[in-house]
């Protein structure tokens, strides 16, 4: 593949009728891809990447669905606006995509930053939302207040961006233009094979993060948290069905230590042999958990 950059090359270069597309919703700008038929499937995705990460399982997905990969609000070819990046603001954004696209239920996946809107999503608008995947990462809770500030273990990544993405400024002024080396030092750390993610592909996201409007904007998403955590306190239990998978090496512990107390009806599922890009590093295990779950909503 040549090194194409521009969402519609990308798009384009999937197998199967994907497309570039952009709505104005919410206030907001966003950018999605669609492609394929059958009911809706939307996949949203986590820092710092894009839309992309979806790449190896959308075709396949699009078989049986009509894949909706949305960049959220502050990533990649979406606007990036001062405020609006708590999780229940960006979760209004998806809801009011899916109105602009005629989608009055849909099946939502959602990886990282995505899981935790994804959450959302079905907490506040559990009419629209059928059944809801959340991978490696649950919503907001306040277990993030236990999370030390040394690392407690060797044998297991600390999450040091979680603090660091709370600054104001200086992440923009020490990562513009330099963000390729954040975002190998992630995958050398949380990519157990890592020729899963190319060159490309690095490529294409660190062009995403390079600039420091993308920089703050995906920094917005750690800085809410407190929001989150305060909107958590006042969800009730979610009815929406909810599957819980993550890599055996990625935060899939995390997930299955909250869904209990977040959901009514949830399973859990570990994928062996990957770390927390799941997506891109296990595509085939994760299309075939996504497939089950999803065909279980069809059918029911």
């Keep these: 593949m040549t090194d194409q950059h521009t969402d519609a090359d990308l798009a384009a270069s999937l197998p199967g009728d994907f497309r570039s597309a952009h709505a104005e919703v919410n206030g907001t700008r966003l950018h999605y891809v669609i492609g394929g038929a059958g009911s809706p499937l939307v996949l949203l995705p986590g820092w710092p990447q894009t839309w992309w990460q979806f790449r190896k399982i959308m075709p396949a997905l699009a078989e049986e669905h009509r894949v909706i990969a949305v960049d959220l609000r502050g990533m990649g070819g979406s606007a990036k606006p001062a405020a609006g990046y708590d999780k229940k603001t960006m979760a ?3 809801h009011e995509l899916l109105r602009h696209l005629g989608i009055e239920q849909a099946d939502v996946a959602g990886h990282d930053i995505g899981a935790m809107v994804t959450h959302s999503f079905a907490a506040n608008h559990p009419g629209t939302a059928r059944r809801i995947a959340l991978i490696d990462v649950p919503h907001p809770d306040d277990s993030l207040d236990e999370i030390p500030m040394l690392p407690p273990r060797p044998d297991r990544v600390h999450p040091w961006w979680f603090a660091f993405n709370h600054l104001h400024g200086l992440p ?17 750390a949380m990519l157990l094979d890592q020729s899963k ?6 490529a294409v996201y660190a062009r995403a993060y390079d600039q420091p409007e993308a920089i703050r904007a995906g920094n917005g998403w750690y800085q809410t948290w407190r929001q989150d955590i305060e909107d958590n306190r006042g969800y009730a239990k979610l009815d929406t069905p909810v599957l ?7 935060y899939h512990h995390a997930t299955a230590r909250a869904l209990p107390k977040q959901a009514n009806d949830y399973e859990l599922v570990e994928i062996p042999d990957s770390g927390h890009y799941v997506a891109e590093e296990q595509p085939e295990a994760l299309i075939a958990e996504l497939r089950r779950f999803f065909a279980a909503a069809k059918a029911g």
């Design 92 to 94: 209004k954004d998806i």
């Design 172 to 188: 923009e002024q020490l990562v513009a233009g330099r963000s390729r080396h954040l975002i190998d030092w992630l995958y050398r």
């Design 197 to 202: 993610i190319d060159e490309h592909a690095r």
């Design 244 to 250: 819980g998978v993550g890599g055996d090496q990625g």
